[in-house]
């Protein structure tokens, strides 16, 4: 793959440590209490794993996509999906590198590189999820401030977030053109409230949350971008990294799943010979093998692309269906090779099952997907 130099090489070493110290043995503890420890994130930022890709100006690594694409690969060989760190370092950074003024940008972006603010955006609504035209949350002007109105659900980092892009209309009238991105300090703020930390059916110890805003009061200064209305179109031009996030952390739990796989199928016998030796296992093995080698191929093709700026909507929309999609097809696979025992929550498997679910979901649906990549044929 082009993308990866001895630079990355000596980088994952680092992420691969980290996550082995720090990720995996918490993983039942954190699962329970619905979150990762707080001090997990100050950790990440003392050794440099957060904010990778955001320049040294504002102290972040001064890397690239790459580097964020090894941590979260890391991250999936660690078997842990409880860190919000893809959300924190790849997007909520990249929004306020992408469209913050430069007192926002040394304003916010050295606590989220230090682990002192945790980041998450609030686009998803109770009543509204892809759509995002039609969000009902508000942010009208009101002198110098902002007054904030409205819920949103099934945010990620939600729970422990000191820093909360919002997407919000400042002008109700409007659809898109009436959205705005308002960033709210969560620290005490009168109006804010979190809400439950979602029961899912996956991804367990991820803190996915609701939030609440009754005249949640903000500066006028908190608006990312030159003016109001500009909102939608800064999601849309974000949202192609967010879907190659999504993607990477697709393939690498899918490449996990069939090498888990492929050692308990060799190490357990049926019929007096292992597991592996039926025909049944080495064809159901080497299409997934497969399937991990061509979304391989294809997602660091869109990694090169990305890295030289010419990923387009379309090609992310592509990347992100083919990948997840795959993925649920191979560990679903997988987890049928290891019969009753891949029903149970002890082994890796079953969690990978889970958790594999929702990635044809967040960051658009597949039908969302097909949509985008049919308005280019």
Same mark, same amino acid.
């Given at each position: ?10 980088? $994952? ?7 082995? !110290? ?35 100006? =504002? ?17 999936? $060989? ?43 955006? *609030? ?22 401030? =902002? ?28 659809? *898109? ?31 996915? *949350? ?53 050692? @308990?199928?060799?190490? $357990? ?12 296992? !080495? ?57 009753? @025992?891949?029903?149970?929550?002890? =082994?890796? &498997?079953? !969690? ?15 039908? &969302?997907?097909?949509?985008?990549? *049919?308005?280019?044929?």
């Amino acid at each position: 793959m082009s993308w990866l130099d001895e630079d990355l090489t000596a980088f $994952r070493e680092l992420a691969r440590s980290f996550c082995e !110290k720090e990720l995996t043995p918490n993983a039942e503890r954190w699962a329970e209490a619905k979150q990762v420890d707080r001090e997990l994130w100050n950790k990440a930022g003392s050794v440099g794993l957060l904010c990778l890709s955001i320049p040294e100006e =504002y102290g972040g690594g001064g890397g690239t996509f790459a580097h964020e694409t090894v941590l979260l690969q890391e991250q999936a $060989r660690a078997m842990d999906d409880a860190w919000g760190v893809a959300v924190h370092n790849g997007i909520v950074a990249h929004y306020l590198r992408a469209y913050g003024t430069q007192e926002q940008k040394q304003r916010w972006l050295p606590g989220m590189a230090s682990g002192e603010l945790v980041g998450a955006i *609030a686009m998803t609504e109770p009543g509204t999820g892809s759509d995002l035209q039609s969000i009902k949350t508000k942010a009208i002007r009101t002198g110098d401030s =902002y007054v904030v109105n409205g819920s949103k659900t099934f945010i990620t980092n939600g729970a422990q977030a000191d820093l909360v892009i919002v997407a919000a209309k400042t002008n109700p009238e409007e659809k *898109a053109a009436g959205i705005s991105l308002v960033v709210v300090e969560t620290e005490g703020t009168q109006g804010f409230r979190r809400g439950r930390v979602l029961d899912k059916i996956g991804m367990k110890g991820q803190d996915t *949350a609701e939030l609440f805003f009754d005249n949640v009061t903000i500066p006028a200064e908190n608006l990312l971008g030159t003016q109001e209305g500009q909102g939608f179109i800064q999601l849309m031009q974000q949202l192609p990294q967010e879907r190659l996030l999504i993607a990477v952390t697709a393939v690498a739990a899918m490449d996990l799943a069939v090498q888990q796989t492929l050692q @308990y199928t060799k190490e $357990r016998s049926a019929f007096g010979r292992p597991i592996f030796g039926f025909q049944n296992t !080495k064809f159901t093995l080497a299409d997934a093998a497969t399937e991990v080698a061509v979304s391989k191929a294809f997602l660091d093709q869109c990694i090169d692309r990305h890295l030289e700026g010419e990923l387009d909507v379309t090609g992310a929309a592509m990347a992100k269906m083919w990948t997840t999609e795959r993925l649920n097809k191979v560990v679903d696979n997988c987890l049928q090779l290891f019969g009753g @025992y891949g029903f149970m929550n002890e =082994y890796p &498997i079953a !969690k990978a099952w889970t958790a594999a679910r929702v990635q044809r979901i967040f960051g658009g649906t597949t039908e &969302i997907m097909k949509e985008i990549i *049919a308005r280019t044929l």
